[in-house]
């Protein structure tokens, strides 16, 4: 036993067992103090002796504006967690050797310090390699350059290198006395990141590598725990986690006397520019987080939990911009109902019955094919806390326990207090659900004037860097810009040229970087692009060619850096064969033509997107459809405080700049194959702006109407109830009394609330309906046993009001119970309004 476990354990022997309730409005940080142990059990993290249990979300600090931050965590809190996650991005901190940068989104000590004014823990999930979707995986580019160097494996070079990050960091959150032993927030760090998924490219090294790693970490001294994750097993006293949507049924802990953790619970999935739509159901995640803390689980994280934004250049190879906007706390900040409430009451009920939970002793039965019981049980204390779990798909039931039958949904998860009184189950929403709307403000037309500068298409004359082939892009651009320009020129003589005038040569490229434009003699000839699940795509375009000297220019762009995989510091891109098909004389190969190359956009070097930078180049006024063209216009501050977006759906691909702040890469020509575009809409943080005369900066890479972009609000002004009669009620009407829930009414009718965002209130019913009622929130339609008196119920119990609650009851609404079709449901969508 370690002096840390030692004396750990001599505390919780001293230790009174205490019972954290969902009280979070703490005035002060009272969590740690300076000499405070956190260490584990096979239970769970014990802090100064004493097990508890964690509900984490993840935030990224360079995903939000440091103005959003505090609302951020305080949202996070209200929905009950009492734990942030955060990566640490080491290309964002130290972009060139030596150099670092702590400023502004990269405040990783004020993001944290933030967290403990919040009196709430910290997740520090250093890495360094992160991979987060984030440009080449958090790893900084110039360790591509260092000599012999291989990534994350048992190879001198890059261990020195992390090494030398990982000392850093934590010395740095020492200075600011961050760690729990300094009376900090910090509980947990991570050395590593999914090293399962890369392992076998290193064989019997990568446990050399691993070993290391581990050792490495526990050297620096940080006062907490370290762990692993998405592993089952880990070096020393390095706790192995878990990632995945179903961690309960897929996961198992072999290191027995270290707690079962859970670091990434998918929220959702994240998105690449051509992904349908991906959405995970609250039903779902809670299903899964009580099956895990039925097995024995003490900490989930949930990934993510706001997703925020990849401004700039931060996403990694074809990533959206908009990250993880299905998360409980959508891209704007805004709470994603119902997977926000679901969870939020998940966690209060687990927490005030967590004496049973986390000292109880643990028991299971099978109650029948996918049914379970898993129980925790204080004899002495009279204390008992059950899951029961419906594991079957489409199948609900009915099962014996204890004496008593209990109705258990199919998929879902029942949690009885006392063993006895369901107060929770996964597939019963009682919260309400809320839509999201765009509001198009007036200041899109305002000063609509736009001016643009086009980039001067190169030729082979005008480049510096000239070869026999083309050249590898990133060896380049040095992720320093997502563009490359190539350029070569050949002469044709008339015999070389198609004598029939219906026969047009084609121009065929074959490239490993993202996506590419072409210009023959200047002009314009189309656009290319490869996908996330394939390497490489095919440029072919037909061209105008002439006699004499003939131009080919191609602007080849990259979305990114590629974010995993064992071949990460190997990857390139760039233009791998150039051919001319259809000449007279057959065809014509350039790939040994002899090649110029220009990195990165004139409008890129002299920042044109900056107030400072937009005088260097003329611009005048604007003309549709112009490739590898910038163009910029003035515009007011919507009024309000809800979120702003830009609707690009005019616009084909390029990058937006406000006030020179990267808001970073759109792709609306991208589309998923329901043909609407990947991502339309991108976030203005409103720190970004000023109240008057901000300057937009749009490049345009290929073809575009920037009168069309549309300047919006973000509201969640449309909220609904969906609740069955039939529904066993949820318990709403408890209360802790000590360590046990007290039930103070025997009221269980099914209800559900209606609340409106803060300052605002009911001003209008939009759907109200009791019976069979079909659609979801935001598109409802009345179903064939739907009673007209619904509404007017609804109007006089909800309109004026910031909140109201609704009975569901058949008899209140007129509602005829025996109709064939009823599902004696109530659907309501009400619409807020300040």
Same mark, same amino acid.
């Given at each position: 036993?370690?002096?840390?476990?030692?004396?750990?354990?001599?505390?919780?022997?001293?230790?009174?067992?205490?019972?954290?309730?969902?009280?979070?409005?703490?005035?002060?940080?009272?969590?740690?103090?300076?000499?405070?142990?956190?260490?584990?059990?096979?239970?769970?993290?014990?802090?100064?002796?004493?097990?508890?249990?964690?509900?984490?979300?993840?935030?990224?600090?360079?995903?939000?504006?440091?103005?959003?931050?505090?609302?951020?965590?305080?949202?996070?809190?209200?929905?009950?967690?009492?734990?942030?996650?955060?990566?640490?991005?080491?290309?964002?901190?130290?972009?060139?050797?030596?150099?670092?940068?702590?400023?502004?989104?990269?405040?990783?000590?004020?993001?944290?310090?933030?967290?403990?004014?919040?009196?709430?823990?910290?997740?520090?999930?250093?890495?360094?390699?992160?991979?987060?979707?984030?440009?080449?995986?958090?790893?900084?580019?110039?360790?591509?350059?260092?000599?012999?160097?291989?990534?994350?494996?048992?190879?001198?070079?890059?261990?020195?290198?992390?090494?030398?990050?990982?000392?850093?960091?934590?010395?740095?959150?020492?200075?600011?006395?961050?760690?729990?032993?300094?009376?900090?927030?910090?509980?947990?760090?991570?050395?590593?990141?999914?090293?399962?998924?890369?392992?076998?490219?290193?064989?019997?090294?990568?446990?050399?590598?691993?070993?290391?790693?581990?050792?490495?970490?526990?050297?620096?001294?940080?006062?907490?725990?370290?762990?692993?994750?998405?592993?089952?097993?880990?070096?020393?006293?390095?706790?192995?986690?878990?990632?995945?949507?179903?961690?309960?049924?897929?996961?198992?802990?072999?290191?027995?006397?270290?707690?079962?953790?859970?670091?990434?619970?998918?929220?959702?999935?994240?998105?690449?520019?051509?992904?349908?739509?991906?959405?995970?159901?609250?039903?779902?995640?809670?299903?899964?987080?009580?099956?895990?803390?039925?097995?024995?689980?003490?900490?989930?994280?949930?990934?993510?939990?706001?997703?925020?934004?990849?401004?700039?250049?931060?996403?990694?190879?074809?990533?959206?911009?908009?990250?993880?906007?299905?998360?409980?706390?959508?891209?704007?900040?805004?709470?994603?109902?119902?997977?926000?409430?679901?969870?939020?009451?998940?966690?209060?009920?687990?927490?005030?019955?967590?004496?049973?939970?986390?000292?109880?002793?643990?028991?299971?039965?099978?109650?029948?094919?996918?049914?379970?019981?898993?129980?925790?049980?204080?004899?002495?204390?009279?204390?008992?806390?059950?899951?029961?779990?419906?594991?079957?798909?489409?199948?609900?039931?009915?099962?014996?326990?204890?004496?008593?039958?209990?109705?258990?949904?199919?998929?879902?998860?029942?949690?009885?207090?006392?063993?006895?009184?369901?107060?929770?189950?996964?597939?019963?929403?009682?919260?309400?659900?809320?839509?999201?709307?765009?509001?198009?403000?007036?200041?899109?037309?305002?000063?609509?004037?736009?001016?643009?500068?086009?980039?001067?298409?190169?030729?082979?004359?005008?480049?510096?860097?000239?070869?026999?082939?083309?050249?590898?892009?990133?060896?380049?651009?040095?992720?320093?810009?997502?563009?490359?320009?190539?350029?070569?020129?050949?002469?044709?003589?008339?015999?070389?040229?198609?004598?029939?005038?219906?026969?047009?040569?084609?121009?065929?490229?074959?490239?490993?970087?993202?996506?590419?434009?072409?210009?023959?003699?200047?002009?314009?000839?189309?656009?290319?692009?490869?996908?996330?699940?394939?390497?490489?795509?095919?440029?072919?375009?037909?061209?105008?060619?002439?006699?004499?000297?003939?131009?080919?220019?191609?602007?080849?762009?990259?979305?990114?850096?590629?974010?995993?995989?064992?071949?990460?510091?190997?990857?390139?891109?760039?233009?791998?064969?150039?051919?001319?098909?259809?000449?007279?004389?057959?065809?014509?190969?350039?790939?040994?033509?002899?090649?110029?190359?220009?990195?990165?956009?004139?409008?890129?070097?002299?920042?044109?997107?900056?107030?400072?930078?937009?005088?260097?180049?003329?611009?005048?006024?604007?003309?549709?459809?112009?490739?590898?063209?910038?163009?910029?216009?003035?515009?007011?501050?919507?009024?309000?405080?809800?979120?702003?977006?830009?609707?690009?759906?005019?616009?084909?691909?390029?990058?937006?700049?406000?006030?020179?702040?990267?808001?970073?890469?759109?792709?609306?020509?991208?589309?998923?194959?329901?043909?609407?575009?990947?991502?339309?809409?991108?976030?203005?943080?409103?720190?970004?702006?000023?109240?008057? &005369?901000?300057?937009? $900066? #749009?490049?345009? +890479?290929?073809? !575009? =109407?920037?009168?069309?972009? @549309?300047?919006?609000?973000? /509201?969640?002004?449309?909220?609904?109830?969906?609740?069955?009669?039939?529904?066993?009620?949820?318990?709403?009407?408890?209360?802790?009394?000590?360590?046990?829930?007290?039930?103070?009414?025997?009221?269980?009718?099914?209800?559900?609330?209606?609340?409106?965002?803060?300052?605002?209130?009911?001003?209008?019913?939009?759907?109200?309906?009791?019976?069979?009622?079909?659609?979801?929130?935001?598109?409802?339609?009345?179903?064939?046993?739907?009673?007209? &008196?619904?509404?007017? $119920? #609804?109007?006089? +119990?909800?309109? !004026? =009001?910031?909140?109201?609650? @609704?009975?569901?009851?058949? /008899?209140?609404?007129?509602?005829?119970?025996?109709?064939?079709?009823?599902?004696?449901?109530?659907?309501?969508?009400?619409?807020?309004?300040?």
């Amino acid at each position: 036993m370690t002096v840390a476990r030692a004396a750990a354990a001599l505390v919780a022997a001293a230790a009174v067992l205490a019972i954290l309730l969902p009280g979070w409005a703490a005035a002060e940080w009272t969590r740690t103090k300076k000499g405070t142990i956190v260490t584990y059990d096979g239970r769970s993290l014990m802090i100064d002796g004493k097990r508890d249990l964690f509900f984490s979300g993840a935030i990224h600090y360079p995903r939000s504006p440091p103005e959003m931050w505090p609302k951020l965590i305080e949202r996070a809190k209200e929905g009950g967690l009492n734990t942030i996650e955060t990566y640490v991005f080491w290309n964002a901190h130290e972009p060139e050797p030596g150099k670092y940068n702590f400023e502004g989104r990269l405040d990783l000590f004020k993001f944290i310090k933030i967290i403990q004014d919040h009196d709430m823990y910290a997740i520090v999930r250093i890495g360094p390699f992160i991979q987060a979707e984030w440009n080449h995986g958090g790893l900084p580019y110039w360790l591509r350059e260092i000599g012999h160097i291989i990534f994350r494996a048992n190879n001198d070079p890059f261990k020195k290198e992390m090494e030398k990050f990982v000392r850093f960091i934590v010395q740095k959150l020492k200075d600011a006395e961050l760690f729990a032993d300094q009376g900090g927030p910090i509980i947990l760090s991570q050395i590593e990141n999914e090293y399962g998924n890369i392992k076998k490219d290193h064989k019997t090294e990568g446990d050399k590598y691993l070993e290391w790693a581990a050792q490495m970490a526990l050297s620096t001294q940080a006062g907490v725990p370290w762990i692993m994750c998405k592993q089952s097993t880990a070096p020393g006293e390095v706790i192995p986690t878990c990632n995945g949507r179903h961690c309960g049924d897929t996961w198992t802990l072999r290191d027995k006397d270290k707690p079962m953790l859970w670091t990434e619970n998918w929220t959702a999935q994240f998105r690449a520019y051509g992904d349908q739509l991906a959405m995970r159901s609250a039903e779902d995640i809670a299903y899964a987080v009580l099956r895990f803390f039925a097995k024995g689980g003490s900490l989930v994280n949930y990934y993510m939990y706001h997703g925020g934004t990849n401004f700039g250049r931060n996403g990694a190879s074809y990533v959206l911009t908009g990250y993880y906007d299905e998360a409980p706390m959508d891209e704007y900040g805004m709470c994603k109902e119902p997977k926000f409430g679901h969870l939020r009451d998940l966690h209060n009920v687990i927490r005030s019955y967590q004496k049973a939970f986390l000292m109880g002793e643990h028991s299971s039965q099978i109650l029948g094919p996918g049914y379970e019981a898993h129980t925790f049980e204080l004899p002495e204390d009279n204390l008992c806390l059950s899951f029961l779990s419906n594991n079957n798909t489409g199948e609900d039931g009915t099962v014996v326990f204890r004496g008593e039958k209990h109705f258990v949904p199919s998929r879902s998860v029942s949690i009885l207090a006392g063993c006895k009184n369901v107060v929770y189950n996964t597939k019963r929403v009682f919260v309400q659900h809320s839509e999201r709307s765009f509001h198009t403000s007036e200041v899109t037309n305002k000063n609509n004037l736009w001016e643009m500068y086009s980039e001067q298409i190169p030729k082979f004359h005008m480049t510096k860097i000239r070869t026999k082939e083309p050249l590898e892009q990133y060896n380049q651009t040095k992720d320093a810009s997502d563009y490359l320009w190539y350029t070569t020129c050949f002469r044709l003589e008339s015999d070389d040229l198609p004598f029939r005038g219906d026969i047009r040569p084609v121009l065929q490229v074959k490239s490993t970087a993202h996506s590419m434009i072409g210009f023959a003699n200047d002009a314009f000839v189309g656009t290319g692009r490869g996908s996330k699940q394939v390497k490489g795509f095919m440029f072919e375009k037909p061209v105008d060619l002439k006699v004499g000297v003939n131009h080919i220019t191609l602007l080849s762009s990259t979305m990114g850096m590629k974010d995993s995989g064992g071949e990460l510091a190997e990857v390139k891109g760039g233009i791998q064969e150039c051919l001319i098909q259809g000449l007279n004389t057959g065809t014509l190969d350039l790939q040994v033509n002899g090649w110029g190359h220009k990195a990165a956009l004139e409008g890129e070097d002299k920042e044109i997107y900056s107030e400072k930078g937009m005088g260097k180049v003329q611009w005048k006024p604007a003309q549709n459809d112009q490739p590898a063209t910038w163009y910029k216009r003035y515009f007011d501050e919507p009024d309000g405080e809800d979120p702003v977006v830009l609707d690009m759906s005019s616009m084909s691909k390029g990058m937006i700049f406000v006030n020179g702040e990267g808001v970073g890469r759109y792709w609306t020509s991208y589309r998923t194959l329901s043909g609407s575009p990947s991502q339309a809409l991108y976030h203005i943080p409103r720190p970004f702006l000023k109240s008057k &005369d901000n300057l937009l $900066v #749009v490049l345009e +890479e290929e073809v !575009g =109407k920037p009168d069309g972009i @549309l300047i919006q609000t973000v /509201t969640r002004d449309d909220i609904c109830v969906v609740l069955s009669e039939h529904n066993p009620a949820q318990i709403k009407t408890w209360d802790t009394d000590g360590d046990k829930i007290k039930l103070i009414a025997e009221d269980h009718s099914t209800r559900g609330t209606l609340s409106c965002p803060p300052k605002k209130t009911i001003k209008e019913v939009v759907f109200a309906s009791f019976g069979n009622p079909e659609g979801v929130c935001g598109n409802f339609t009345a179903g064939t046993c739907h009673t007209p &008196d619904a509404k007017q $119920v #609804v109007e006089k +119990e909800c309109l !004026g =009001k910031a909140s109201c609650t @609704l009975q569901v009851e058949h /008899t209140l609404y007129g509602a005829d119970i025996n109709c064939q079709s009823t599902t004696a449901t109530l659907g309501v969508q009400v619409r807020c309004s300040s």
